[in-house]
């Protein structure tokens, strides 16, 4: 399937469903974002996206509405992703439906998810007060008062440069800026990566960062092409790389990328 901006509810005005529709959900392809950066099965890479989703609700059987957080996990090796506004579309349908409990709500929305993606997502549902002991930084050191600058084109592997000397480090920034493909608009994100290597300098890579600022594609695609960049460019022993998206829509979006199939730390950052 093609992705065809004039069948994506993005960018568009579209009424509040009044009642269940999994139907809301638009998958679109991964392999064509993957097509365009090289990337051929088996991937260079494992990984999750992680999705936090703030605008979920239905009723109990008696009528009391609940409300929760959702965290999503979805594999990076699904055929297809949910494109954001469907997503918020789909569980906003769920407002007035009624669940027994937690585990009925979780299994249907589990389900519609799932089979939108072509594998298996993992739901977390959290309580509201949950919220306050989620709010974190980045280990690491930040990057962004390094000597980089936006270098008015689009990013590509040789900004970066790594030196002889062998370091393990984390390192992450809160200046990545990218733009959708379908309206323009701008995405921030706090970027952070852990790698084992030849040394990457920090002010090449926070122009590398910076290059994004008028890019344009989907979140999970502009992670993919950041880890083959750096993969590729400077051959790390290990790197593991993940995007913190800020909230749109009532949902944030955190690709996970690795070298290793472990599971990452599930951070939800202060700014989202």
């Keep these: 399937m093609s992705m065809d901006s004039r069948e994506l509810p993005l960018g568009k005005q579209t009424p509040p469903a009044t009642h269940y529709s999994p139907g809301l959900l638009f998958?679109?392809?991964?392999?064509?974002?993957?097509?365009?950066?090289?990337?051929a099965e088996p991937l260079p890479f494992h990984g999750?996206?992680?999705?936090h989703a703030y605008e979920l609700s239905w009723l109990d059987n008696t009528d009391r509405a609940q409300v929760r957080v959702g965290r999503f996990a979805i594999?990076?090796?699904?055929?297809?992703?949910?494109?954001s506004k469907s997503f918020k579309l789909y569980l906003n349908s769920l407002n007035n439906s009624v669940f027994d409990d937690d585990a009925a709500a979780r299994a249907c929305i589990t389900r519609d998810v799932s089979e939108a993606c072509g594998g298996e997502v993992q739901l977390t549902l959290l309580q509201m007060d949950e919220l306050d002991a989620l709010g974190n930084q980045p280990p690491g050191h930040c990057i962004d008062s390094a000597a980089g600058r936006w270098p008015r084109r689009e990013p590509d592997a040789g900004m970066l440069q790594a030196g002889p000397d062998i370091r393990e480090e984390q390192l992450?920034?809160?200046l990545l800026r990218s733009l959708c493909p379908v309206t323009g608009q701008p995405d921030w994100a706090t970027v952070w990566l852990h790698y084992r290597g030849p040394a990457l300098d920090h002010a090449a890579l926070l122009s590398y960062i910076l290059a994004y600022r008028e890019h344009q594609e989907f979140h999970e695609q502009c992670v993919e092409r950041m880890f083959r960049d750096i993969h590729s460019h400077c051959q790390p022993d290990f790197l593991h790389l993940q995007a913190f998206y800020t909230r749109r829509g009532g949902l944030d979006i955190n690709p996970f990328?690795?070298?290793?199939?472990n599971q990452p730390a599930w951070l939800r950052l202060a700014r989202q």
């Design 27 to 39: 998958p679109l392809p991964r392999r064509e974002g993957r097509d365009k950066l090289g990337l």
């Design 48 to 51: 999750v996206d992680i999705w």
């Design 75 to 83: 594999p990076a090796n699904t055929p297809m992703i949910i494109e």
């Design 172 to 174: 992450y920034s809160h």
């Design 257 to 261: 990328r690795s070298t290793s199939a």
